[in-house]
């Protein structure tokens, strides 16, 4: 096991809408990394730290559906509730629908140190579930949704 850290932020779709999350699609699919700032309660984010982005919601899918590093350590700027805030850059290796995400019921159950329903974006990840066991769920997950073309 490893002791490095990682973050859980999330997205309610239903409370912000992400404007050019169909473009962010795209550049992932096409392999390309996308840098976008998030708001992060957590400031003792530190840079190249793992994040993992969580969809939450009533009547949508739930679960991890994009991962990539810190690029930025947090800053206070204007959140998207009009209120002053931190937020982080990240840049995401790999972006998802919503439909192909990995299941919360799934993270739930293999993770349940993770409080996997938070309200609040940037939460830690206990070092014991940043390993290879959540690293390889979700690689394992993304090459289900995006197996390798030959």
């Known amino acids: 096991m490893t002791d490095r850290i990682a973050w859980l932020i999330t997205w309610n779709p239903h409370k912000w809408k992400w404007v050019d999350y169909a473009d962010c699609l795209a550049e992932s699919a096409a392999g390309r990394t996308v840098i976008r700032n998030w708001t992060c309660i957590n400031r003792n984010v530190q840079l190249y730290e793992r994040v993992y982005l969580e969809v939450l919601g009533q009547n949508t899918t739930r679960g991890i559906i994009a991962s990539g590093k810190v690029r930025r350590e947090p800053y206070c700027e204007m959140t998207w509730r009009g209120t002053l805030g931190y937020k982080i850059d990240v840049e ?59």
Do not use: Y
Not at 110 to 126: A, D, M
């Open 92 to 150: 995401f290796d790999t972006i998802l629908q919503i439909e192909e995400a990995l299941p919360q019921a799934k993270l739930k159950d293999l993770f349940p140190e993770t409080c996997w329903s938070t309200q609040v974006s940037g939460i830690g990840i206990k070092p014991s579930q940043t390993g290879e066991s959540l690293e390889q769920l979700w690689a394992e997950h993304i090459s289900i949704i995006r197996p390798c073309k030959h």
